[in-house]
C-alpha cells in the first residue's frame, strides 16, 4: 500500500523554524489555474535536469461511502490497469525504459501519482498522466486478480503486523463518527466485497482536472509547463465534483482503554491519542503551538526523554507525534515500551506525571528555543528535495490550505508564544477526548 506522508507532513513541521524574518519565503511557488479548473503549482530547481511530476486528487479513503472502505485506494491500483492508449501493467514499464521511476499513494484526505525522471521526458509523462485522468478502462479480467493484490497487500502490511492492527483498533475508538476511524486500505471483509463498478463509479465522481492539483518541481521554466498542462491536461473537460461531506465527531466526553495480546509481540507498548485541532478544522489557533509542542517533547534530550528513559527512568523508548495537516479534526499522541523488569502501567504513571507537569507549569523559553534551531535544520532538507516539497504542497491544498499558508508557516511559527504552547496543551490533552492503548505478548494478556 502506498505509504501515507507521513515524511511529508513531517517536512512541514520542520518549517517551523525557519528565518527569524518575518517576510522570508519558503519555496516561492509559481501558481496558476487552466480553463477546467485544474491548479497548477511549480516549484523551480535548476540544479540538475530532473522533474518531479505528481497529480493530486482531492479525494481519499475518508470520502467513500459507508460499506465500501478501501475502494479509493483499489481504484489507485486499477489506475496502472490501462486505458485504449496504455496497455495494462505497460504504465510503469514505460516510466522504467525512459529512466524514471514512478508510484502513488493514498491517504484519508488525498490520493497522488508521481514519476520522477529526466526534464526532455516531463511532456511524455505529462501525456500519460492526462490520459489515465480521463480514459481509464480496466478490464475485469484484470481487475480482480489486482483485489487479490490489494488483499495480500493488507495481509503483509497490518494483518502480519500485531502493531499495525493495533494502530486500527486505536483510530476506531479515537472517532466515534468520523470516517478517519476506517483503515485506508480498507477492512478485509468490505475489501473482498469491491467490485470493478465500485472502483469506476468513484473514478467518475472524483477523477477531474477540477478536483485535481498539478504539482511539478524541477528543472522546467513557468511559461514551458504552462504549455504542457494546457497541451494535455487542459483539454480535459471539467466535471460536477460532489461535495466533501464528512461526519463530525460528537463532544467526546468518556476517556477509552483498549488492551490488545498478541503472540508475535516481543516488546509490550503503550499509545495515548487525543482528538485535536488540525491547520484545517476545529480551533485552529492551536494547530501551530501544538507543533512546537510535539518538537519539544521529542527533543532527544527533552523532558519526555529525561522523565521516561534517562538514568532510572522506566522506558527503553518514548515520543510524542501530531498530525497538523488534515482536512478534518486530528490526534495529537504519545508512545512509549516499557525496560525489561518494568511494566507498562509503571511508563504510563510517568507520562501521565509528565503531562500534569506540562499542563501546570508549560514549556520554557530554552525548549522554544532548541525546537527553533532543531525545525531549522530539518528545513533544510525539506528546500533541497524536488519530491519533499512537491509533497508539502500537496498534502496542504489537499487538506484545505493554501500556497500562502504554507509560504507563511516560518512566520507564524516564529509568532507562537510559550503562553499559546501551554492554551494549546490545556486545549487538547483532556483524558476526555483521548484513548489510552496497551499492547502485549499472548502470556501478559
Known amino acids: 500500500m502506498p505509504k501515507r506522508l507521513i515524511a511529508a507532513l513531517s517536512a512541514i513541521v ?19 489555474m487552466l480553463g477546467n479548473g485544474m491548479q497548477v503549482i511549480l516549484i523551480e530547481d535548476h540544479r540538475a535536469p530532473i522533474v518531479h511530476h505528481m497529480v493530486w486528487y ?6 467513500e461511502q459507508p460499506g465500501v472502505s478501501g475502494v479509493a485506494h483499489y481504484l489507485e491500483h486499477l489506475m496502472f490497469k490501462g486505458t485504449p492508449n496504455v496497455l495494462p501493467g505497460e504504465y510503469s514499464k514505460i516510466v522504467a525504459r525512459e529512466g524514471g521511476r514512478d ?17 526532455d521526458r516531463l511532456e511524455l509523462m505529462m501525456s500519460m498522466e492526462a490520459d489515465r485522468m480521463s480514459q481509464l478502462a480496466p478490464k475485469e479480467s484484470d481487475a480482480k486478480p ?15 503486523n500485531p502493531g499495525a492492527l493495533f494502530g486500527e483498533q486505536l483510530d476506531a475508538a479515537q472517532y466515534l463518527s468520523h470516517p478517519y476511524g476506517r483503515p485506508v486500505i480498507g477492512w478485509p471483509a468490505e475489501i473482498q466485497r469491491l467490485t470493478l463498478n465500485d472502483a469506476m463509479t468513484f473514478y467518475r465522481s472524483h477523477y477531474a482536472p477540477n478536483n485535481a492539483i498539478l504539482i511539478v518541481a524541477g528543472d522546467v521554466r513557468p511559461a514551458e509547463l504552462k504549455a504542457l498542462a494546457e497541451k494535455y491536461y487542459g483539454l480535459i473537460p471539467m466535471r460536477p465534483i460532489p461535495p466533501r461531506f464528512r461526519p463530525q465527531e460528537p463532544n467526546q466526553l468518556a476517556a477509552r482503554r483498549l488492551s490488545m495480546s498478541d503472540a508475535r509481540v516481543a516488546q509490550p507498548s503503550m499509545r495515548r491519542s487525543y482528538l485535536a485541532p488540525s491547520r484545517s478544522a476545529g480551533e485552529k489557533q492551536h494547530a501551530v503551538p501544538l507543533a ?22 522506566s522506558a527503553v523508548s518514548a ?16 508512545a512509549a515500551s516499557p525496560k525489561n523488569g518494568h511494566k507498562l502501567d509503571e511508563v504510563e ?16 523559553d530554552e525548549e522554544m528555543r532548541l525546537a527553533r534551531t532543531g525545525m531549522q535544520a530539518e528545513t533544510i532538507y525539506a528546500r533541497d528535495s524536488l519530491s519533499g516539497a512537491a509533497r508539502i504542497f500537496g498534502v496542504a491544498l489537499t487538506t484545505g490550505l493554501t500556497v500562502e499558508d504554507v509560504e507563511a508557516w516560518p512566520r507564524l511559527v516564529n509568532a507562537v508564544t510559550r503562553e ?24 501478559q494478556s
Not at 146 to 160: G, H
Not at 292 to 311: C, D, F, Q, W, Y
Open 14 to 32: 520542520c518549517l517551523a523554524g525557519m528565518a527569524a524574518d518575518s517576510r522570508a519565503q519558503v519555496f516561492n511557488p509559481t501558481q496558476f
Open 58 to 63: 482531492r479525494v481519499g479513503a475518508a470520502d
Open 103 to 119: 508510484n502513488a499513494f493514498t491517504s484519508s484526505d488525498y490520493t497522488g501519482y508521481f514519476q520522477t525522471i529526466a526534464r
Open 146 to 160: 489486482e483485489l487479490q493484490v490489494v488483499m495480500e497487500e493488507r495481509l503483509s502490511r497490518t494483518d502480519n
Open 292 to 313: 512546537m509542542l510535539a518538537e519539544i517533547l521529542n527533543a532527544p534530550t527533552g523532558r519526555l526523554h529525561n522523565s521516561l528513559v534517562k538514568g532510572d527512568g
Open 319 to 334: 515520543g510524542a507525534w501530531y498530525s497538523l495537516m488534515s482536512l478534518d479534526q486530528s490526534t495529537f499522541g504519545f
Open 349 to 364: 504513571a510517568a507520562l501521565d506525571k509528565v503531562i500534569a507537569d506540562l499542563l501546570a507549569n508549560g514549556v520554557t
Open 420 to 443: 499559546q504552547v501551554l492554551a494549546a496543551a490545556r486545549y487538547v490533552l483532556d483524558i476526555r477526548r483521548s484513548v489510552t492503548g496497551h499492547l502485549l505478548p499472548k502470556d
